[in-house]
């Protein structure tokens, strides 16, 4: 059993009654979407890629049977949950950041030398937010929390770090060294997140 099974083993059985329908509606990604995505970010973790060639995103995602909206992932904040992005959503957010052209110092400017509490360690704040791969975003669809793959990490920290933004007060923080332990995370932590999605 490979970790993204045993992830959607635990993660099935805790969906919400109302999730179970559209959840039977997913599908995973086509290769030659998950081509694109590896030709993309060459270092795009397996775990990752086999989790999107089974299930192509769940954040208002349509399908052939119809538009699934289902929350499956989770972060260092408790229970709050998260979306999963499809290979094209993660490619939109990707080009919006290109057409942006921004930084993290370029969009907090002196605010980032004035508040250390926005970027953690092991995060540069000078590459292009584009190169970073965003995987998840939360419930709250306003940008309030969103997930990244980082694979050029600041000195001290690991290729393929994944990074949680939280806004208000905004912040970057490596909340895994990679995608295969932020799963293990989510194992361990008895999937946390579905807590907030109970009754």
């Known amino acids: 059993m490979t970790l993204v099974d045993r992830f959607l083993t635990g993660l099935v059985p805790r969906l919400p009654d109302d999730d179970v329908g559209m959840w039977g509606w997913t599908e995973g990604a086509s290769a030659a979407d998950l081509q694109r995505l590896r030709a993309r970010?060459?270092?795009v973790p397996d775990s990752l890629v086999e989790l999107l060639g089974r299930i192509d995103g769940t954040h208002y995602r349509t399908?052939?049977?119809?538009e699934v909206c289902v929350l499956m992932l989770g972060s260092d904040v408790g229970h709050y949950p998260y979306y999963l992005r499809s290979v094209e959503q993660i490619?939109?957010?990707?080009?919006q950041w290109d057409s942006w052209g921004?930084?993290?110092?370029?969009?907090?400017?002196e605010w980032l030398e004035e508040d250390p509490d926005i970027l953690g360690a092991g995060i540069d704040a000078d590459?292009?937010?584009?190169?970073?791969?965003?995987?998840?975003?939360?419930c709250n669809n306003g940008g309030t929390s969103v997930l990244y793959l980082d694979f050029d990490p600041a000195p001290?920290?690991?290729?393929?770090?994944v990074v949680r933004y939280?806004?208000?007060?905004?912040?970057?923080?490596?909340?895994?060294?990679?995608?295969?332990?932020?799963l293990e995370?989510?194992?361990?932590?008895?999937?946390?997140?579905?807590?907030?999605?109970?009754?």
């Open 102 to 109: 921004e930084s993290i110092r370029s969009i907090y400017e």
């Open 127 to 138: 590459l292009p937010m584009g190169q970073r791969l965003c995987f998840s975003h939360c």
């Open 185 to 199: 995370q989510l194992i361990e932590g008895e999937y946390l997140f579905m807590a907030e999605q109970d009754g």
């Open 91 to 95: 490619f939109e957010d990707t080009a």
């Open 63 to 66: 399908y052939p049977a119809g």
């Open 166 to 182: 939280l806004h208000d007060p905004d912040s970057y923080t490596v909340i895994a060294p990679g995608f295969d332990a932020y």
């Open 41 to 43: 970010w060459p270092q």
């Open 156 to 161: 001290g920290g690991t290729v393929g770090q």
